[in-house]
Each structure stands twice: as structure tokens, then as C-alpha cells.
């Protein structure tokens, strides 16, 4: 989806796709995280060749500041926010405050916040103090003529104003219009920040627990934030403010914005309020196709419990680009086309029998909000399982067969350029493998288990453990080997902070009637079952880095590996 205009005149511009993140080539060329010589050194022989590694560049102060879980912020825990913005759509401007509570973990008198330098800080104020404050890059550091103690509670307000920038693959905050001319206002800063538009902490490790959302808009539109709607009132001067409440954790850049001349429909799902908004124009195409949601969100609900957000309810909202996962307001500009805008997103045939946006970005409500990664170098448990889930979609709604053919129609989509989990502390995005590498990554652990009814109530447990958490993948891993009483540290490893996968070399005797085989990884101590011999008999063997020799009278051509069920690469000689 290059360049691809939406019917808004917004274009949106990227590389081979576009879905909630980072996929991308040009993003992951000009972000690569790994440097050439960790990158392909010690690859296997016999491992896909590929482009040597971009080097990873030094890290700028301003991504330092923003990734860094520095002093002043690990000295306070987020308790709440209160954004109150009002919203010009003829001056292209916003404006308002963000009342920010929290909790002082240790006694001290600076607090690390975040505001894009483009935006003015108009005053901070605790209570009636006004704070004195410096600003570094996007980095807000604010001062306090007291020393905070531990253990208490504070509340300030910080008062801005200007005119947000646009920018990024979705445009952090645009203000563009709808193709009838009027006002369609809206964010999606995943990747630049929510401080693009508003101030925040702006780090992944800390949510707050609850957040009030207010907007100011003209009278003739409508805003869709995240949370439950809970009233709008007309302030008196051709605006009217609408008022939304989260009441769970919420990712900084989650909170959004869907400014517009939006209509509005309601369904159930038990008890769950599904609540869906697109343009009056395209409200006839839209019920049709929002209505999958109800099924998807079935879906979800078997493998992983119940919708995380029920108190906020699911929203489904049209937006001119591709979509995100912003939580319980989830968007979608998919043009009302099942597969990824109308193309067979995986090439095997399934994608079209479904709406890709829908079901990738809602998956997110588990995975990314509800289970949300402490650092974006950890991204892939957002990615890599928000992809698996489409899996398990396909799975739930067409068989566990379609289910693996869906899946393994990402394997033409990964690079293993460079691993997957970057350096922590930077805020750069990871590659794209972190979707599709993840996603068969996680198929492969499935085959490891090799008990669906165990796999499913592992993955089941995962996530009601963890959810409303931001974790990294040492908990995950820490799970999974309780869960299975497996060392599977090793196998985690290979997939997510190497590069190659693991290779399985077989070496032939045929007149012995033998074969030899070991995995080549770069991970000490990595051992992995794996599917061998012939498809309708197979045998699961369990090599490790040595060398093994079993009999077998299958010939070098006719012995077959389960290369659906482990995404691995097979040396013969
Ligand atoms: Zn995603």
C-alpha cells in the first residue's frame, strides 16, 4: 500500500504495509537495531543469505530521553490523567491541560515529563505554584521548590497550546477533511508519541490506572475518544465538550482523538456494548463490514477470556488511514474491503474472507493494551502475538487447516535481517519482523508443546496472567517454562534476539540407511523437538547442537520435516 489515497485526500505513504506499527522496509532500513557484525556473524551456514544488516545507528539524546526509564521518571508512579483539550479546526490549533496524578516512589523534586518542542508549555502549576520547568528535545523536566516525599500523592496541571504536527505514517495529530469537505480530526502516534500532541509521561513502562478525556469540539461534530462516553455538554460558545472515562491502564499512545461528522450505531455482544462510527456517506457499507467485529471478538473471547475493556465497551471507528489499536476506540480505514484493503493480505487465499484491519487491530485490545511490553524494544508481544491472533481468527472461524495455511503465508514476509528484540532504552521501533517472524515463532512453540488442549490453556493463562501488566519477554519466557517445565529460554532466544532461525542440518548415509542431524544456532543449549520422516507417520526426533544417528529408510529427497510446524531451515547434504 504505497502512496494509496483513501478517498480523503490524505495519502499514505510507507512501504508493503501499513498496519498499527512498523511494517515497512523503508522505517526498518533507516531503523535498523543491530549492528552488521551481531547482526550476520556466526549465521549458519545453510541459513537464508541476506542484505548484510544496516548498522544501528547511535542513538540520538532525543531518543535517549524518550526511551530512557531514567531517574526522574522510575521516581514516580502514574496514577491518573485529566486531558481537557478544546479543538479549533479553522485555526488548526488544540489547547487545554492534562491534569497528571501520581505517586512518589522516592523522596525527590524533578519529574521527567514529555511535550513536542513544536507545542507551547503555557504554565505548570501544583495547585496554585507555578512549577519551573526545562525543556530538552521533547523532554519536559519539571521542577518542584519542595522536595516530593515518597509514598504521597500528587496532582499538577500542565496548561498548553499550538498547532500539533503531522507527521509519521499515520500522522500523529491531522487535521485534515472528510470527502464531503468538513472537519475529520485525528491522532495515531504510536511510533512519534503521545506527546505529539498532548503532555504525558511518555514512556511504555508506566500507565496510569484510570483517565478522564475531555474535548471541546464545534457543535456539528462529534468526538470518539477512548472509554465510556459519559456526557457532552454545549460550553456556550459554538462548542461543545464531550467527556469520556477510562477506567483500566491505558498506553500513552492509545489515547486518541476521532474528530468528525461522524454517525453512530450500537450492538451487543452479551453484555459487551459494541458501539461503531463512520461517515454518514459510508454508514450503509460500514454496518456490513463493522459487523465482524462480533465474531472476531467471539473468537478472542474463547481462547483468551473475556474482552479486557468490558466496562468501556468495543468501539469501532472509521478513519482515513490504515487503522490502530487505540484502546476500546479501535480505527479502521480499510476502504469496507475484507483482505488488507481489498489485496490478499497472506497470498493463500484466506485473507479475503475477512477484514484484515478489523481483526489485527482489535487484536491488539489483548495483546499491546491489555498485555502491553515495558519498553518498545520488546514490541513483538504486541506485534508478533497481535499477528498470531489473526491466526487463531482464521482457526476459530475455518478450521485449525486454514488456520496454518494463513499462517505460514507470512513466511514470504520476513527478512531475518535483524533480531527481533532491539536494544532497550532507545525508543526505536523494532523490524518488522516482529510481526510475522513473531507470529510463526509462536506457532513453533505451539508444535513444541505439541497438545493443543495444553497450548491453549497455556496461552489462556498468559494472558489472564499478565493482562493490565506491562511486562517483558524474560516474564513470558518465565511463564512458559513454568508452564510446560521446559528450559525453553534458549528456543526464545533464537527467534527473537538473533537473527537466522535455527537450522536443522540432516546428513544422508543411504547405504547405511542412516541419518545425522543437530541444530545450527547460535544459542548455547538450544534443543528442539521437530517432525521428521513422512507426513503420514511422523517422528518426532529431539537434536540438539551434537551431532545424533538414527536409522532410516527414507532417502535424502523423500524425508520430509514439518516445516509448517516449526519455522526452521533445513541443511541436507
Ligand atoms: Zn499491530
Known amino acids: 500500500m504505497i502512496g494509496q489515497r483513501l478517498g480523503t485526500g490524505i495519502v499514505i505513504v510507507g512501504a508493503l504495509a501499513l498496519a498499527c506499527g512498523a511494517f515497512g522496509t523503508t522505517a526498518v532500513t533507516a531503523q535498523g537495531q543491530q549492528t552488521a557484525a551481531q547482526g550476520r556473524a556466526g549465521a549458519p551456514a545453510g541459513a537464508p543469505t541476506a542484505p548484510a544488516a544496516p548498522q544501528f545507528p547511535a542513538a540520538i539524546r532525543a531518543d535517549v530521553l524518550r526511551g530512557e526509564y531514567g531517574r526522574y521518571r522510575a521516581n514516580n508512579d502514574l496514577l491518573s490523567y485529566h486531558l481537557d483539550v478544546r479543538v479549533d479546526p479553522e485555526k488548526k490549533t488544540l489547547g487545554g491541560k492534562n491534569t497528571i496524578t501520581f505517586?512518589?516512589?522516592?523522596?525527590?523534586?524533578?519529574?521527567?515529563?514529555?511535550?513536542?518542542?513544536?507545542?507551547?508549555?503555557?504554565?505548570?502549576?501544583?495547585?496554585?505554584?507555578?512549577?519551573?520547568?526545562?525543556?530538552?528535545?521533547n523532554t519536559v523536566f519539571v521542577d518542584f521548590p519542595e522536595s516530593l516525599k515518597a509514598g504521597r500523592t500528587y496532582a499538577i496541571d500542565f496548561y498548553y497550546s499550538g498547532m500539533p504536527t503531522t507527521i509519521g505514517r499515520f500522522g500523529g495529530f491531522t487535521f485534515a477533511k472528510d470527502p464531503a469537505g468538513r472537519p475529520w480530526i485525528f491522532t495515531a502516534c504510536e511510533g512519534e508519541g503521545a506527546a505529539i500532541w498532548w503532555p504525558n509521561k511518555d514512556q511504555w513502562r508506566d500507565e496510569v490506572e484510570s483517565m478522564e478525556i475531555s474535548v471541546a469540539i464545534p457543535n456539528d461534530l462529534v468526538d470518539v475518544s477512548n472509554g465510556k462516553f459519559q456526557k457532552k455538554?454545549?460550553?456556550?460558545?459554538?462548542?461543545?465538550?464531550?467527556?469520556?472515562?477510562?477506567?483500566?491502564?491505558?498506553?500513552?499512545y492509545s489515547v486518541s482523538l476521532n474528530i468528525g461528522k461522524y454517525e453512530h450505531w450500537s450492538d451487543q455482544l452479551g453484555d459487551l456494548a459494541m458501539d461503531f462510527y463512520a461517515l454518514p456517506e459510508d454508514v450503509e457499507k460500514a454496518k456490513p463490514q463493522f459487523a465482524q467485529a462480533k465474531d472476531m471478538l467471539k473468537a478472542y473471547e474463547h481462547f483468551f477470556g473475556e474482552y479486557p475493556f468490558k466496562k468501556d465497551g468495543y468501539k469501532l471507528v472509521q478513519v482515513p488511514y490504515t487503522g490502530m489499536e487505540h484502546q476500546s476506540a479501535v480505527t479502521c480505514g480499510n476502504g469496507f474491503k475484507n483482505g488488507y484493503g481489498g489485496r490478499d493480505w497472506t497470498g493463500v487465499g484466506i485473507s479475503p474472507k475477512f477484514d484484515f484491519i478489523v481483526v489485527h487491530e482489535s487484536a491488539h485490545e489483548?495483546?499491546?493494551?491489555?498485555?502491553?511490553?515495558?519498553?518498545?524494544?520488546?514490541?513483538?508481544?504486541?506485534?508478533?502475538?497481535?499477528?498470531?491472533?489473526?491466526?487463531?481468527?482464521?482457526?476459530?472461524?475455518?478450521?485449525?487447516?486454514?488456520?496454518?495455511?494463513?499462517?505460514?503465508?507470512?513466511?514470504?514476509?520476513?527478512?531475518?535481517?535483524?533480531?527481533?528484540?532491539?536494544?532497550?532504552?532507545?525508543?526505536r521501533e523494532p523490524p518488522q519482523d516482529m510481526y510475522f517472524k513473531g507470529a510463526?515463532?509462536?506457532?513453533?512453540?505451539?508444535?513444541?508443546?505439541?497438545?493443543?488442549?495444553?497450548?491453549?490453556?497455556l496461552i489462556h493463562d498468559m494472558f489472564q496472567k499478565f493482562k493490565y501488566q506491562n511486562i517483558m519477554t524474560e516474564d513470558m519466557v518465565a511463564f512458559f517454562n513454568a508452564g510446560t517445565g521446559r528450559n525453553l529460554t534458549p528456543v526464545f532466544d533464537q527467534y527473537l534476539r538473533h537473527t537466522a532461525l535455527p537450522v536443522l542440518e540432516l546428513k544422508f548415509d543411504e547405504a547405511a540407511g542412516s541419518v545425522s542431524y543437530r541444530w545450527k544456532v547460535d544459542e548455547a543449549g538450544f534443543t528442539m523437538p521437530v517432525r521428521v520422516g513422512s507426513k503420514d507417520a511422523w517422528q518426532i526426533i529431539t537434536p540438539t547442537t551434537d551431532w545424533k544417528t538414527m536409522k532410516t529408510p527414507i532417502g535424502t529427497d523423500k524425508f520430509e520435516v514439518a516445516t509448517d510446524l516449526y519455522f526452521i531451515t533445513v541443511a541436507k547434504s
Open 233 to 252: 455538554t454545549d460550553v456556550g460558545d459554538g462548542y461543545t465538550r464531550w467527556d469520556w472515562l477510562v477506567q483500566y491502564p491505558i498506553n500513552n
Open 366 to 427: 489483548y495483546f499491546g493494551n491489555a498485555v502491553s511490553a515495558a519498553d518498545v524494544s520488546d514490541m513483538w508481544i504486541h506485534e508478533g502475538w497481535g499477528t498470531y491472533l489473526e491466526c487463531l481468527y482464521v482457526e476459530y472461524m475455518w478450521g485449525k487447516d486454514d488456520g496454518l495455511k494463513y499462517t505460514n503465508g507470512y513466511k514470504t514476509k520476513v527478512q531475518n535481517r535483524t533480531p527481533i528484540i532491539t536494544p532497550h532504552g532507545i525508543h
Open 103 to 137: 505517586k512518589m516512589l522516592a523522596d525527590d523534586t524533578r519529574i521527567q515529563l514529555d511535550l513536542y518542542a513544536s507545542l507551547a508549555v503555557d504554565k505548570i502549576v501544583l495547585g496554585s505554584t507555578p512549577l519551573v520547568y526545562y525543556r530538552q528535545a
Open 440 to 457: 510463526l515463532f509462536i506457532n513453533t512453540l505451539r508444535s513444541i508443546v505439541n497438545d493443543d488442549t495444553k497450548w491453549f490453556k
